[in-house]
């Protein structure tokens, strides 16, 4: 009586675990599904910040430009005032407002320089959403081959499945 037990258990022991290796592929599938929607939304939340940034960076540029214009029209209208004989009351007045317009033209070109490497990012980041979008397409269906035949196989059963021994036990 133990022999057969033991031979059993041995029968058991050997047995290829077919189910066992279908359950452990799915549930890989689903970790790997699992995975790839985490980090597209992790791309998603990267693109959503970049996003935040250059329009503040837009909004920013935008106000140093409008300073800019509005100290050039102060530095334009003393000019005008001098060219007329006008008496200026103070030479350092002008001096100041020409130095806010030099900060001013220092900053839209940081703004410019900081927007442009922002813009880069985020279209490295659309573009590894785009290319990652299409290896995750080719990782899930890599291997896998579409069914076209009439001639009463299973579906997914084609020559080159039904030699891998997971597909043995249908």
């Known amino acids: 009586m133990k ?9 058991d022991s050997m047995d290829d675990g077919s189910d066992d290796d279908t ?6 599938v689903g970790a790997i599904i699992d995975m790839v929607s985490h ?11 970049a996003d935040q940034k250059i329009i503040d960076l837009k909004t920013n540029l935008s106000k140093a ?10 530095i334009k209208a003393y000019e005008d005032a001098e060219k007329k004989g ?13 130095t806010r317009l030099e900060d001013a033209e220092q900053t839209i070109n940081d703004l410019k320089t900081e927007l442009k490497q922002h813009e880069d990012e985020l279209k490295e980041v659309t ?13 899930l269906t890599d291997g896998e081959s579409q ?24």
């Not at 022999?3 to 029968?11: A, G």
């Not at 573009?127 to 990782?139: H, Y």
């Not at 069914?147 to 249908?170: Q, V």
Request: no cysteine; net charge negative.
């Open 65 to 74: 430009e409008s300073e800019k214009k509005y100290l050039e029209g102060i």
């Open 147 to 170: 069914d076209t035949s009439t001639d009463g196989e299973e579906p997914g059963m084609g020559p080159e499945l039904s030699i891998n021994p997971i597909y043995w036990s249908r």
């Open 86 to 98: 006008g008496f200026l009351s103070s030479t350092q007045g002008i001096s100041n407002i020409k």
């Open 39 to 49: 980090i597209e939304e992790i791309l998603e939340s990267n693109k959503k910040l």
């Open 23 to 28: 359950d452990n592929a799915v549930e890989e």
């Open 127 to 139: 573009d590894e959403e785009n290319t990652g979008d299409q290896d995750t397409e080719d990782a």
């Open 3 to 11: 022999d057969i037990e033991e031979e059993e258990e041995l029968i």
